[in-house]
């Protein structure tokens, strides 16, 4: 499975952005039959999975609507075959269940106060289960709260998230950036999901491409600790080691490897 820092949503029935997204460089495309098509281009939108051209580099995942929408079981049909399944408002294990034909991975995106709830189950629900995503948005008008700038009012969704999908082996996506202009706050709003342990973000526009690959990277005195770490921990034969004054077991060689398996 491909690292998921970056997951670009692109409309399905907009050939120029789909055709446009082949130049560009995420971890993955979201080809989206939700949010992003118009009621009566739904089915347009669907025929033209049908002659969806692979990506050079990215994974390309299909957005289906949700599990209580009446276009779930078509979108499902019309996105056989596709690497991925994106599985909006997700609310419980048998949601999970419904989207899980064929052979395609799955990322439920958590987007209400009973989804929060059912994340664990949500996480464990599938083996192909393989990232919960967070919808802050859609999240923010179940819950009644306006979303800032500063995002405190997420931390509580986020941290159920993380540790839903972290406890299940899963990674955790954290919700778009809404604000194109931002860039400071987007790189804030990303290293915010990164400290609670998402591996990536989605996105609404190539721009925000480069600056969350940017954020989920570990800069220079990260990845110099961890290649200290290991040096020391594998010469002292994987037992205690002390390093600049910390002690070094076996959970932190762990987060070092995990550190350096992040590098560009």
Not at 79 to 85: L, T
Request: glycine fraction near 8%.
């Amino acid at each position: 499975m491909t690292r998921l820092r970056s997951l670009l949503f692109v409309p399905a029935h907009d050939a120029r952005k789909i055709e446009k997204s082949r130049e560009l460089r995420p971890d993955a495309v979201v080809v989206d039959l939700e949010d992003a098509v118009e009621p009566g281009a739904k089915d347009r939108a669907r025929s033209a999975l049908a002659a969806l051209p692979a990506h050079p580099s990215a994974l390309v995942l299909v957005r289906v609507n949700g599990p209580r929408s009446a276009d779930f079981e078509r979108d499902l049909e019309a996105a056989r075959g596709a690497a991925g399944i994106v599985v909006p408002k997700c609310e419980s294990a048998a949601d999970v269940a419904r989207a899980a034909v064929g052979s395609a991975r799955l990322i439920p995106m958590i987007e209400s106060a009973a989804g929060i709830l059912a994340a664990p189950g949500i996480a464990r629900a599938s083996e192909r289960v393989v990232a919960l995503a967070f919808g802050a948005e859609d999240y923010c008008a179940d819950m009644g709260i306006r979303r800032t700038s500063g995002g405190d009012e997420l931390a509580p969704a986020r941290a159920a998230i993380a540790h839903a999908a972290r406890a299940a082996g899963r990674d955790a996506i954290d919700g778009a950036f809404m604000d194109l202009a931002d860039e400071a706050g987007l790189l804030a709003d990303a290293a915010r999901a990164r400290a609670m342990g998402f591996s990536g973000k989605l996105l609404i526009h190539p721009r925000q491409i480069e600056p969350v690959h940017r954020a989920f990277a570990p800069d220079e005195r990260d990845l110099d600790w961890a290649r200290k770490v290991l040096e020391a921990f594998e010469a002292a034969g994987g037992g205690l080691v002390v390093v600049d004054g910390r002690l070094v077991d076996a959970p932190v060689a762990a987060q070092a490897r995990r550190i350096l398996g992040r590098a560009p």
